[in-house]
C-alpha cells in the first residue's frame, strides 16, 4: 500500500432527503398493512359484514390488495439500496485513483469497480450544468475509457460534515471554488499537471444527462423513479390479471387527466421547493404524471365499485345488426363489446339476447362485470 492513501465515500447532497424517504416508507406501510390486516381478517374479528362491505370486499379486491404488494415494498427495496450507495469508495494514493462499489460480484455487472494509474490519465475535462452545479461532472480520459465522478458528492469516510457541498444559491464562480478545495481536485491537481482549473467554465451539458453515474441522483429522485415504476406495474397487474369490471359507457378521461395534474404539481413543486437548482424538475414531474395516469385508469374503477350502494345488477341486452348489444331496458350503457375473432363471441347473431352485470358506481360511470363472460369463454368447447 502506498503511504498516502484517502478514503471518499459517496453522500448525497442533503442528508434530510434520506430521512424524507424513510418517513415515506414508514408512513405507506403503517397505512397498507392495518387495512390488508383488516381486510382479510374481519371475519376472525367479527368485522366482516360492515368491513366487507364498505371495502368492497370481493376476490378481485383480495387480488388488488395483494398485488399492491410492489407498489408497498418498492421504497422498502429502496432504502437498503441507499445503504449500499454508501458502501462505495473511491480510494486516492500515489498510484493512481479506484473505484469500488462494494456489490457483491453478481451484481458487479450494474455498477463495476475500476481504477487507472496516474501514468495513464491523459486528459482531464468538465461537463457543466450551468444553475445546477451538484450535477457537474469531472472526467478523466485514459487511452482507452473514459470515467466521470461528481467529485463534492465524495468526501472523507467518517466525516459528520459534509463541507464541500454547495449552497443552493451559489455562482458559478462560487460553486468552482468550492470545487477546487474538495479532496478529489487535491490529488488531481498535485498529481496531473494537465488539470486546468479554468475547464471548469468550458464544458458545458444540457440539463437532462441520461449517463447514470449516480452524481444527478438523489433520494428523493429515487424515490420519484421507483414509485413511477410501482404505478405502472399497478397498471399492468390491474389490467391484465386482476381487474374484472371495465367501463362500459365512457372512460373518465377527465378524472384520470386531473390525477396526472394533481401528481404532476406535487412532484414539481416539491422538486423546486427542495431542489431548486434542479433544471430537470419538469422532467420527474412528466414521469411521474404519466404512472399516476396509468394507474388512475384502473384504480378509478375500483373507486366507482366501492362507492356503489347498489352493487351489481343483471340487464338483458339484444345483439343489433352492427354488432352493438342494446338494453332491452333504457337506462344502461350500449356495450360495444363484440369480438369477432372469438369463437364464444360468434355464437351469438344479430337478434340474439344475451345477460350482462353492470353497476352504476359512486363516481356516476358504468361499469360491466366480465367475470361470467370470462368463465363462459373457459367452459366454451365449441
Keep these: 500500500m502506498d503511504s498516502q492513501e484517502i478514503k471518499l465515500e459517496l453522500r448525497f447532497v ?14 405507506l406501510i403503517s397505512l397498507y398493512v392495518p387495512v390488508a390486516t383488516l381486510y382479510f381478517g374481519a371475519r376472525y374479528l367479527g368485522l366482516d359484514d360492515g368491513l366487507g362491505h364498505n371495502l368492497g370486499k370481493t376476490t378481485a379486491d383480495s387480488r388488488l390488495i395483494v398485488s399492491l404488494w410492489f407498489f408497498v415494498l418498492s421504497p422498502v427495496i429502496l432504502i437498503p439500496l441507499l445503504f449500499i450507495a454508501r458502501r462505495m469508495r473511491i480510494i486516492i494514493n500515489e498510484s493512481g485513483i479506484q473505484f469500488k462499489s462494494g456489490l457483491m460480484n453478481g451484481m458487479k455487472l450494474l455498477v463495476p469497480d475500476w481504477s487507472f494509474r496516474w501514468d495513464e490519465l491523459q486528459d482531464t475535462s468538465w461537463k457543466l450544468v450551468p444553475g445546477q452545479y451538484i450535477a457537474s461532472r469531472l472526467l478523466f480520459r485514459t487511452k482507452h475509457k473514459t470515467y466521470r465522478i461528481s467529485p463534492w458528492h465524495w468526501v472523507v469516510a467518517g466525516a459528520r ?26 490529488w488531481v491537481r498535485k498529481k496531473f499537471p494537465g488539470y486546468r482549473d479554468d475547464s471548469f467554465y468550458q464544458a458545458r451539458q444540457s440539463a437532462i444527462d441520461l ?39 365512457f ?33 420527474y414531474a412528466l414521469l411521474f404524471a404519466l404512472g399516476v395516469g396509468l394507474a388512475a385508469y384502473p384504480l378509478l374503477a375500483r373507486i366507482n365499485a366501492w362507492t356503489d350502494t347498489a352493487g351489481l345488477q343483471s340487464y338483458e341486452y ?15 350503457p350500449d356495450l360495444d363489446m363484440y369480438l ?43
Aim: glycine fraction near 8%; charged fraction near 20%.
Design 14 to 27: 442533503n442528508s434530510m432527503h434520506f430521512k424524507m424517504v424513510l418517513l415515506a416508507t414508514v408512513g
Design 161 to 186: 460534515v459534509d463541507r464541500y457541498f454547495p449552497k443552493r444559491k451559489y455562482t458559478k464562480e462560487q460553486a468552482g471554488s468550492v470545487m477546487r478545495r474538495t479532496a478529489v481536485i487535491e
Design 211 to 249: 449517463d447514470f453515474d449516480g452524481s444527478d441522483v438523489t433520494p428523493l429522485t429515487a424515490i420519484i423513479a421507483v414509485i413511477f415504476v410501482a404505478l405502472v406495474f399497478l397498471f399492468i397487474i390491474e389490467i391484465y390479471f386482476t381487474a374484472n369490471e371495465f367501463y362500459a359507457d
Design 251 to 283: 372512460v373518465p378521461y377527465q378524472l384520470i387527466g386531473l390525477s396526472a395534474l394533481l401528481g404532476f404539481l406535487i412532484v414539481h413543486l416539491t422538486l423546486r421547493h427542495l431542489e431548486p437548482e434542479r433544471k430537470n424538475s419538469a422532467l
Design 318 to 332: 339484444r345483439l343489433g345488426t352492427d354488432y352493438v348489444w342494446r338494453p332491452r331496458e333504457p337506462g344502461a
Design 340 to 382: 369477432s375473432g372469438s369463437r364464444w363471441w360468434r355464437q351469438f347473431h344479430p337478434g340474439d339476447s344475451y345477460t350482462f352485470e353492470l353497476r352504476k358506481g359512486g363516481l356516476g360511470f358504468w361499469q360491466v362485470n366480465m367475470s361470467p363472460v370470462y368463465e363462459a369463454q373457459k367452459h366454451y368447447r365449441k
